[in-house]
């Protein structure tokens, strides 16, 4: 059996794609994995022997130029929907089906591809509120105006996949006719299909009922990750009490400032030592303090639990990391998924949310005092005794069962 995993995004939408396929190898099935051609991506496909179909331009060199504008955005969606099409159709002549998530075009592409060769096909969301439902408003796009006074759900998401239409539908169906297929009247429906997977934890992302959908939540799609800490990163832990781990992933913090020194401070107004993750951002504390180390990449299931809290930026994997270890969070959110994680961090009782995108050093300090009291910590590990980890070998046991689904004869069972 061969899968045939689209993505297009940051690392948070590319490691829960390597968990799925590392968890197929193990039932004897292979996978590929069509994502962006950054060099981290490809590295770390390449260490767990998996097969990458490079697809689009770089993630991060986009990032680098700042949040996603609203111009040109129908073109850019347009172009990136008929290259993840052509490299998911390429990649998936010879296997039996298809998994995608990552951005909507990229996963509007990779929902035609399948459907052009005729395979299974299942999309994937990260987070609840990515899925149409009366329970969640649709999170902010660019160039998107969604009514100021409108609290109906329902009718904010209708609006949401005329935007959607509006917006890709043009481009998505050009390509279509290009390659003898008839146009999709809703482009949400054609990519969300009517019972997507929900990849995310169920006790930090659960879908509620009632709902729209016949959603089936697989957990969090997590990567086994033996690596050990780099040396120097554990004499630095060895020697003092665990510090307080800042990294903001793949999100660049335009409009921050010089992040990396409001963080440092925020931690030592605090007392503790920091640990700084350098990240897309590129953060690196001026001053080179013995109480600050800096980081580059580094096994987050094994560093996480030896920290004393995690600030970060609130994408799906390092929320469920910091779950998982026990770690206290603070989320500063930046954009798309992480004002729910930040949410919910709060609700759930192990960690603060901070108010807004850019944190200053009281703002942060006040949210890491929070994130730091010995009840948040008593919380943490209440929690991450609940959270699952065999969302990606659930996952990978769904698409075996929808292959033999698909190949069985008719009339039989």
Known sequence: MRVVLSTYGSRGDVEPMAGVAVALRALGAEARVCAPPDEEFAERLAGLGVELVPVGPSVRAQMAGGPPSASGLAE?????????????????????????TGLFPAAAGASSAAEKLGLPYAFAAFFPSLLPSPHFPPFARPGQNLPAGETDNRVLNDLDARFLNEVFGTGLNAHRARVGMPPVTDVRDHVVTGRPWLAADPVLGPWPEPADLDVVQTGAWLLPDERPLPAGLEEFLAAGEPPVYVGFGSMPLHGSGDASQVAVDAVRAQGRRVLVARGWAGLAPADGADDCFVVGEANHRALFRRVAAVVHHGGAGTTTMAALAGAPQVIVPQMVDQPYWARRVAELGIGAAHDGPVPTRASLSAALATALADRTRVRAAEVAAMIRTDGAEVAAGLLLDLVAEREAPLGSG
Do not use: N, P
Not at 76 to 83: M, Q
């Open 76 to 100: 850019r969606a347009a172009a990136l929907a008929a290259a993840q099409f052509e490299a998911v159709a390429a990649a998936a002549e010879d296997a039996d089906a298809v998994v995608a």
